[in-house]
């Protein structure tokens, strides 16, 4: 299993990492236990994956100066590297944790009529957050829904988000495009429907645009907090959104705008035997931050989930 794992890692084009998907699904195989064959091998992959991506993309950045005549300065500065960003990577080059920051808790911090000087104290800590009917002022707890992301993307020319991260935990989708291709008994999770749950990044400032009509930068937020021109969109029924950890540079917010969720935490593998795992469920309206905690998600009882997340810094 661990050399199966190891070898998805060597793919370095677009196609051949939708194949080892399929694969490995047709075998029964989840993300989520791909990611936890891949932890406990974290050196192995470190030193491995690490140094042939290195040489790969300076094999490729060197071939392209030659060939092309370009300077190689400009094609540093330029190049983007063609070995997709993937889970295992990701790990392998993730720096070991300060195990301090979760050993003594025990629940995540819970506010309800949060205003922003209540929470200066905790904008930046590391420990969880839970901000009740942060969002229920929000247009978009009303508007938002499978249609409304199907009619904004199919009416805005190019705007699949191709070149932006997709996420298909234990669906059998490959892009957003076959998320707005399925069916209208599979969209409501009929009887004998395979259930799905889903999430991706947008790349378009146009559709980002159009999504921001209908929300504001949290109200919470410290004044100068910066958002991203990316956010993200999660939706979908059962199982939600496998144990993983976000792999990015600020902290983060996700707003519950649609159902329940059952939100499960975990320190780093490296913490486990000082930290214990979290769990809590979030209503419509709340708001979460999960800091640098591993995190899984569920929706109870066949609801829909929709939930939108951003970062800020």
Same mark, same amino acid.
């Given at each position: 299993? *661990? ?36 932890l406990?091998n ?22 392209i ?12 500065? +330029? ?8 889970y !295992? ?24 009529? #949060? ?8 904008a930046?800590?590391s ?20 249609? !409304?992301f ?7 020319? @190019? ?8 996420l298909? !935990?234990k ?15 599979? #969209? ?5 429907e ?38 993200? #969109? ?8 496998t ?17 329940? @969720?059952?939100w ?6 490296e ?15 709340? *708001? #979460?931050?999960?800091r ?6 569920t929706?109870?009882? +066949?609801?829909?989930?929709l ?5 800020? +810094?």
């Amino acid at each position: 299993m *661990a050399h199966d794992v190891c070898s998805i890692t060597r793919s370095i084009t677009k196609e051949s990492l939708i194949e080892a998907h399929v694969k490995y699904h047709k075998l029964g195989l989840t993300e989520e236990e791909l990611q936890n064959a891949a932890l406990p091998n974290k050196a192995a992959l470190m030193r491995s994956t690490t140094l042939r991506v290195l040489l790969y993309c300076g094999s490729l950045t060197l071939l392209i100066s030659l060939l092309i005549g370009y300077d190689v300065l400009n094609v540093l500065l +330029g190049i983007r590297c063609i070995v997709p960003h993937n889970y !295992f990577t990701w790990e392998a080059t993730r720096a070991l944790s300060d195990c301090t920051f979760c050993s003594n808790v025990t629940q995540p911090i819970e506010f309800n009529n #949060v205003t922003r000087e209540m929470f200066e104290a905790y904008a930046y800590s590391s420990q969880p957050i839970v901000v009740r009917r942060a969002f229920l002022h929000w247009p978009a707890m009303k508007r938002f829904s499978w249609q !409304f992301f199907k009619e904004l993307y199919t009416g805005i020319e @190019k705007s699949d988000d191709s070149e932006c991260q997709f996420l298909h !935990f234990k669906s059998d989708f490959i892009s957003i495009r076959d998320v707005f291709a399925m069916s209208s008994a599979r #969209v409501s999770n009929l009887p004998g429907e395979k259930s799905w749950y889903v999430g991706w990044g947008n790349c378009d400032p146009l559709i980002l645009e159009e999504m921001r009509r209908h929300y504001p930068k949290p109200h919470f937020l410290p004044e100068d907090a910066e958002i991203p021109s990316q956010e993200y #969109v999660f939706m979908g029924y059962e199982d939600g959104a496998t144990m993983h950890l976000d792999f990015i540079n600020r902290l983060m917010w996700q707003a519950q705008l649609q159902g329940s @969720k059952v939100w499960t935490l975990k320190p780093p593998p490296e913490c486990q035997s000082r930290c214990q795992a979290l769990q809590f469920l979030v209503h419509p309206g709340d *708001a #979460v931050d999960t800091r640098v905690w591993y995190h899984a998600t569920t929706i109870p009882n +066949g609801q829909f989930s929709l939930s939108i997340q951003s970062e800020y +810094g």
